[in-house]
């Protein structure tokens, strides 16, 4: 997802109502998100889907690093003999 060009992707909600198609069309060729105001202020973002699914993606993995770091932090660790004792114990047990 690019930057927002303040000159470009920040349209009026009745010229993004009249012109809807013609905006969609700017949003998958630009790859910026469009802000749109309502009574002159920002009132939503509109995004393609290709950098929804990008937002989605980081802040599942950002959300995994920090769960990680605060595992280190609590002492929630495992050395890898510990790891692989654990894992050998579940398969030989058939619990997942």
Do not use: C
Not at 2 to 31: G, H, M, Y
């Amino acid at each position: 997802m690019r930057a927002i060009s303040i000159s470009n992707d920040i349209v009026p909600i009745a010229e993004f109502k009249t012109n809807i198609s013609r905006w969609f069309k700017i949003l998958q060729t630009s790859r910026h998100p469009l802000v749109i105001t309502q009574n002159s202020k920002p009132a939503g973002v509109l995004l393609s889907a290709a950098d929804y699914d990008e937002l989605v993606y980081r802040k599942s993995f950002l959300d995994s690093v920090e769960k990680g770091i605060a595992d280190v932090e609590n002492g929630r660790t495992q050395t890898t003999n510990e790891l692989r004792k654990a894992l050998l114990a579940r398969r030989s047990t058939g619990n997942p």
